[in-house]
């Protein structure tokens, strides 16, 4: 069965120190891929995407991700986070103009 | 990217009424989807609206519980029909652009709550 995997519920990480979000997904063929960023009390927000070429994907905010094909991942990652980062994170999949949403992963940041 | 608004953003109703929501894109667009994000859940795909041809629905959602409009290449409507607390959702739309694209933009969403 297809499917996208967000492993991670919640994760707490300090200001400055590094993040990275863990997705992976089951499907037939390589599917496009995105990770989108929910606010408190907002909608969703692209942070980036990967549809073919360069594995490492630059997106905004200072976010980045990487695909992995031999492990059928998506993880995001970003070097720095700031408070404003705290936020709900979806990673999503791409078939045929339909998103698949994993169950997301919460986004703490302390002082 | 297109920008989305939605209306309302937010809404109380009463268990048994109908809330018809409102979507609207600064752009003309192709595809217009509708979500359900149930609390604390991730979103969940109600249906798919092209201008001019019926609303595809996904599996579990029907379109007498669900109506969509779509009557134009900017607008769409969802409605929620006969409602009861279960339907207390944040609901979005979202568009993927004129060409169809496979990148998905998202409105701000519409927070219901049925008492």
């Known amino acids: 069965a297809q499917s996208v995997t967000q492993p991670d519920i919640h994760i707490t990480v300090s200001e400055g120190a590094s993040l990275e979000l863990r997705c992976n997904y089951s499907y037939g063929a390589t599917p496009y891929l995105f990770w989108y960023v929910q606010s408190p009390g907002q909608g969703l927000q692209l942070l980036l995407k990967y549809f073919s070429g360069d594995t490492l994907v630059q997106g905004i905010k200072g976010f980045e991700a990487e695909f992995k094909r031999s492990q059928s991942s998506f993880n995001l990652r970003k070097p720095s986070v700031h408070w404003s980062d705290a936020a709900e994170y979806f990673c999503a999949v791409g078939m045929d103009y339909k998103l698949s949403f994993g169950a997301g992963t919460t986004v703490t940041v302390r002082a | 990217s297109a920008v989305i608004s939605q209306k309302p953003s937010r809404d109380i109703c009463q268990r048994g009424t109908s809330l018809t929501i409102q979507c609207q894109v600064d752009s003309q667009v192709t595809m217009m989807f509708w979500y359900r994000q149930q609390p604390g859940q991730s979103l969940t795909l109600i249906a798919t609206?092209?201008?001019?041809?019926?609303?595809?629905?996904e599996s579990g959602f029907v379109i007498d519980k669900f109506p969509i409009s779509r009557p134009n290449l900017t607008f769409s409507t969802l409605t929620v029909s006969n409602m009861s607390p279960e339907d207390s959702s944040i609901y979005l739309c979202s568009t993927s652009g004129l060409a169809g694209a496979d990148t998905q933009y998202f409105g701000p969403g519409t927070r219901l709550t049925v008492l």
């Open positions: 609206a092209n201008q001019g041809s019926e609303a595809t629905y």
